[in-house]
């Protein structure tokens, strides 16, 4: 909310959110004045690439000590689809570090809402580096998380465990 606030006078950045959540009518209500926010029901799964491909930066806020317990599946779509992401989690996390190693985009602590408004602004204002975030993120999925991938992963594990 605090970033459509932030962002309520550009007219090139719109928040969509999607789903059906239960926090969905709180967060309607918090922001009905604000022009650059759109919800979305749930899309039926054949259109999650399109869903997927429509954001130019997908963000991935988690309230701080839930990144230790919960890796929302996602984070693995938007990779995939190589869209770059903002992530607000705690540092050393599974999704921290994911997105940091790869290039995928940016991470910040949660809860730090000023650090998540200035990766927010940076990201809105560099294409280029967002093109770039969108690349790795797509080159990270297609080389640790594709299906061969992951195989040859198995693979190497049950020959380590074999010797």
């Known amino acids: 909310v605090e970033a459509a606030q932030r962002f309520r006078d550009r007219d090139d950045v719109v928040f969509v959110i999607n789903g059906n959540g239960s926090r969905r009518k ?3 209500a918090e922001t009905e004045d604000l022009p650059n926010v759109t919800f979305m029901d749930y899309q039926p799964r054949e259109r999650l690439n399109e869903v997927l491909a429509a954001g130019d930066i997908h963000l991935v806020p988690l309230q701080p000590e839930m990144g230790s317990i919960s890796v929302p599946s996602k984070i693995y779509s938007i990779l995939a689809a190589g869209r770059p992401v903002l992530a607000s989690v705690d540092p050393g996390t599974e999704i921290d570090l994911v997105v940091t190693r790869s290039g995928a985009g ?4 949660a809860g730090d809402s000023q650090a998540f408004l200035d990766a927010l602004s940076a990201l809105v204002d ?7 975030a969108g ?5 990270f999925a297609e080389a640790w998380l594709s299906a061969e991938a992951v195989a040859d992963s198995y693979n190497e594990l049950f020959s380590e465990l074999q010797s």
């Open 26 to 28: 709180h967060f309607e």
């Open 106 to 109: 940016r991470s910040v602590r």
């Open 126 to 132: 560099d294409p280029n580096g967002r093109a770039a």
């Open 135 to 139: 690349f790795e993120a797509r080159r």
